[in-house]
């Protein structure tokens, strides 16, 4: 049976550039670009979820969990929105960078170094984010159910992840770490990239349901990342806890 999530691996490969987690021109460059997308189809699916107020902190008492955290890059906006955030991550390197750019700005914001399955908090979050994480777990059918545990009853999850099509291999891996450079060689494995209609399934088995697949594409003319209607690289999905 397994017990465990984490891919020794993959956390030293992302342990190693620990420290270039908020260099906006470094090796999580493409990160940078990509988080006000992110920030944005985040707190706009809350906010008509929970139907919140449009304030200047939307997020007030709202609970979410951060999972595979990196160095804060999503928990700090989270948390500047109004949220109670608890940001977890496997790599001890990735949470003190993490904690230390969090104590810098004054923010209040409990980073924990775990995985889902060992975190003892259950029914507990409004909203989980797995952003960019489930392509580099040890098995995700078991990640997300360890996950699952951790929301509320009719609580999001939203989980982005890369397709396993032939232009998702052909644009994040060989385009983007080879020809770019916008990424360290090896940061994707291309076998471990999920298809949405199997993302959809696993998450049926744990009782959580899809309301929205939206693709995200990036515009090289405008510098920007767009939602679009095209999944075949970059996906995200929203599930409601059934």
Request: proline share 3%.
């Amino acid at each position: 049976m397994k017990n465990n999530t984490i891919n020794k691996k993959e956390i030293e490969k992302f342990s190693k550039i620990a420290e270039e987690w908020w260099d906006p021109n470094g090796k999580f460059k493409p990160l940078h670009k990509f988080n006000p997308i992110r920030i944005s189809y985040i707190k706009e699916n809350i906010i008509k979820t929970f139907k919140l107020d449009q304030i200047k902190t939307p997020l007030k008492n709202i609970k979410i969990l951060d999972i595979g955290c990196g160095g804060g890059l999503l928990s700090e906006p989270m948390h500047r929105l109004g949220a109670e955030v608890t940001a977890i991550d496997a790599s001890e390197k990735n949470i003190e960078v993490a904690k230390l750019h969090a104590k810098k700005n004054n923010l209040k914001i409990n980073y924990i170094c775990t995985s889902p399955e060992k975190l003892n908090i259950i029914n507990e979050f409004d909203v989980i984010l797995n952003m960019e994480i489930v392509e580099h777990v040890e098995d995700v059918s078991f990640f997300l159910k360890s996950c699952n545990k951790l929301l509320k009853k009719n609580g999001i999850m939203f989980v982005a992840t890369l397709n396993k099509t032939l232009k998702s291999y052909i644009f994040a891996i060989v385009g983007a770490e080879y020809v770019l450079r916008w990424l360290p060689i090896g940061t994707h494995e291309w076998g471990k990239f999920v298809k949405p209609e199997d993302l959809i399934s696993i998450q049926k088995e744990n009782n959580l349901l899809v309301e929205r697949v939206d693709g995200m594409k990036f515009n090289i003319l405008t510098d920007q990342w767009n939602l679009s209607s095209d999944k075949s690289v970059n996906y995200i999905a929203k599930f409601i806890k059934n």
